[in-house]
């Protein structure tokens, strides 16, 4: 045998001699693996109903919006509130000036002075007709035609009375007024602006803050009042968190494929009407698979469940969940059917409505 040849064959044999024990180890804990009996608690999956949640859009909005119009014509000379003040019902927050107005109180004014100069004229003319038909002097006729004359010129003094208090009404019409309390949303006319009738000055809230849902009408049939709805919080210095409230009103009307609703919901901050928050609302319920989310390991933004196989081994098996209002629980949605039996690590509790099926 030559050299080369000697020392292959030694090669071939310290291999076969070397693998013998590196193969009967693997073999040894393989088994071992397969033969250790999983720890923890079991869960037996069973379906049970659930509620079920939609998400749509919502905004924080009060029951209504006051507009504060100008009702007469003329110059916005003040405006003493801004956006975000509180006003009250009756409050007077600006005033409009109709320069024409002054003159014809003028105009007015002096033709009320020329009647009751007119009818100063007409009684004393009475006075001395009536003297001379006393006297003989003057038929009945003339009386009666002074007494017409003393008559009209009254009239004319309480019409043109008249028609000056008019220029005042319509001259305290400028006053701009809150139609109701509330927070000020929008004051945008400056003052010094000319303004028309039915111009909007202002926008007041109206009534308490709400938070109103726009919902696809599909949904119409679905949510009533009472219904719950889930918002992240709105309280004021809560932080983060969930609000819960109920809906109070279901427009019965749809608008552009939407259906509006208002919820009330305690506590909601105010200061921001119109700011827009994700919610959730409540459209029934459905039949779900709610393990504690205990039994759930994430790895590698996979989520996986321990289930016990019918040979007693332990398979790691991934799942799709879903998140849900009840405490401490996720919904499977896919990898995992009813019977399956889950093993929770160790320390793991299943939840009160799922110990039937639970062994330790």
């Given at each position: 045998?030559?050299?080369?040849?000697?020392?292959?064959?030694?090669?071939?044999?310290?291999?076969?001699?070397?693998?013998?024990?590196?193969?009967?180890?693997?073999s040894g804990e393989e088994t071992a693996q397969t033969a250790k009996a999983p720890a923890g608690p079991r869960l037996v999956l069973g379906a049970s109903d659930t509620v079920s949640w939609q998400d749509v859009s919502a905004e924080i909005a009060t029951v209504d919006q006051a507009q504060v119009l100008a009702r007469i014509p003329g110059i916005l000379t003040t405006l003493t509130v801004k956006e975000g003040d509180m006003v009250a019902k009756g409050q007077v927050i600006g005033r409009i000036v109709d320069s024409q107005l002054g003159y014809q109180a003028g105009a007015y004014g002096a033709q009320a002075a020329a009647a009751q100069?007119?009818?100063?004229?007409?009684?004393?003319?009475?006075?001395?007709?009536?003297?001379?038909?006393?006297?003989?002097?003057?038929?009945?006729?003339?009386?009666?035609?002074?007494?017409?004359?003393?008559?009209?010129?009254?009239?004319?003094?309480?019409?043109?009375?008249?028609?000056?208090?008019?220029?005042?009404?319509?001259?305290?019409?400028?006053?701009?007024?809150?139609?109701?309390?509330?927070?000020?949303?929008?004051?945008?006319?400056?003052?010094?602006?000319?303004?028309?009738?039915?111009?909007?000055?202002?926008?007041?809230?109206?009534?308490?803050?709400?938070?109103?849902?726009?919902?696809?009408?599909?949904?119409?049939?679905?949510?009533?009042?009472?219904?719950?709805?889930?918002?992240?919080?709105?309280?004021?210095?809560?932080?983060?968190?969930?609000?819960?409230?109920?809906?109070?009103?279901?427009?019965?009307?749809?608008?552009?494929?939407?259906?509006?609703?208002?919820?009330?919901?305690?506590?909601?901050?105010?200061?921001?009407?119109?700011?827009?928050?994700?919610?959730?609302?409540?459209?029934?319920?459905?039949?779900?698979?709610?393990?504690?989310?205990?039994?759930?390991?994430?790895?590698?933004?996979?989520?996986?469940?321990?289930?016990?196989?019918?040979?007693?081994?332990?398979?790691?098996?991934?799942?799709?969940?879903?998140?849900?209002?009840?405490?401490?629980?996720?919904?499977?949605?896919?990898?995992?059917?009813?019977?399956?039996?889950?093993?929770?690590?160790?320390?793991?509790?299943?939840?009160?409505?799922?110990?039937?099926?639970?062994?330790?």
């Amino acid at each position: 045998m030559t050299m080369r040849g000697y020392l292959l064959a030694l090669t071939a044999l310290s291999t076969a001699v070397l693998s013998l024990p590196l193969t009967g180890c693997s073999s040894g804990e393989e088994t071992a693996q397969t033969a250790k009996a999983p720890a923890g608690p079991r869960l037996v999956l069973g379906a049970s109903d659930t509620v079920s949640w939609q998400d749509v859009s919502a905004e924080i909005a009060t029951v209504d919006q006051a507009q504060v119009l100008a009702r007469i014509p003329g110059i916005l000379t003040t405006l003493t509130v801004k956006e975000g003040d509180m006003v009250a019902k009756g409050q007077v927050i600006g005033r409009i000036v109709d320069s024409q107005l002054g003159y014809q109180a003028g105009a007015y004014g002096a033709q009320a002075a020329a009647a009751q100069a007119q009818a100063a004229q007409a009684q004393s003319e009475l006075s001395r007709v009536r003297f001379l038909y006393q006297n003989g002097v003057y038929a009945k006729a003339r009386l009666e035609q002074a007494q017409a004359a003393a008559t009209a010129a009254n009239a004319q003094i309480r019409a043109a009375q008249a028609q000056q208090a008019a220029v005042g009404a319509v001259a305290g019409q400028g006053a701009v007024t809150a139609p109701a309390n509330g927070r000020v949303l929008r004051a945008d006319v400056p003052a010094g602006s000319p303004v028309a009738p039915g111009m909007a000055i202002a926008v007041i809230t109206a009534g308490p803050t709400i938070v109103r849902l726009e919902m696809p009408e599909s949904l119409a049939d679905k949510v009533h009042a009472g219904s719950r709805v889930t918002t992240s919080s709105l309280n004021a210095g809560a932080g983060s968190g969930t609000s819960v409230g109920t809906v109070i009103k279901v427009y019965p009307s749809v608008t552009a494929g939407q259906v509006t609703v208002d919820v009330d919901m305690p506590g909601i901050d105010s200061k921001l009407i119109g700011r827009r928050v994700a919610a959730k609302v409540e459209t029934g319920t459905h039949k779900a698979l709610l393990v504690p989310a205990s039994f759930i390991t994430n790895r590698y933004g996979i989520d996986y469940v321990t289930l016990l196989t019918k040979d007693g081994s332990a398979a790691q098996v991934p799942v799709q969940t879903s998140a849900t209002t009840e405490p401490g629980k996720v919904e499977i949605l896919s990898g995992a059917a009813a019977g399956d039996t889950l093993i929770g690590p160790t320390g793991a509790v299943p939840s009160a409505d799922q110990s039937n099926g639970a062994k330790h």
